[in-house]
Nanobody, 120 residues
Framework: QVRLVESGGGLVQPGGSLKLSCAASGIIFNNYHMGWYRQAPGKQRELVATVTNGGSTVYADSVKGRFTISRDNAKNTVYLQMNSLKPEDTAVYYC??????????????WGQGTQVTVSS
């Protein structure tokens, strides 16, 4: 029922750009904060960027100035524009949706992930 489907990953050279998309269904999209997380081999999952339903954004220090998160509520889609990519950006990137139950408990959904590889 609830689906978050990432796309746009692939192999890119250092300094290149890539744009990820996450299409959501089965949720009232405007009620959710959206985010991108990533996990590199042997490392813990980390936050990349988030955007609230009001449009406020937060970025990890490692991507600030290079990545841009945005959302298109009419398309139920969140994007991650990645510029000036570095080998350290290589990871599986996951889309996340965070809302609230009627009792204000956190309610989270995750996509299946898309691989981003930055290599010469």
């Amino acid at each position: 029922q609830v689906r978050l489907v990432e796309s746009g990953g692939g192999l890119v050279q250092p300094g290149g750009s890539l744009k990820l998309s996450c299409a959501a269904s089965g949720i009232i999209f405007n009620n959710y904060h959206m985010g991108w997380y990533r996990q590199a081999p042997g490392k813990q999952r980390e936050l990349v960027a988030t955007v609230t339903n009001g449009g406020s954004t937060v970025y990890a220090d490692s991507v600030k100035g290079r990545f841009t998160i945005s959302r298109d509520n009419a398309k139920n889609t969140v994007y991650l524009q990645m510029n000036s990519l570095k080998p350290e950006d290589t990871a599986v990137y996951y889309c996340n949706a965070e809302g609230r139950t009627i009792l204000m408990s956190p309610l989270s959904h995750w996509g299946q992930g898309t691989q981003v590889t930055v290599s010469s």
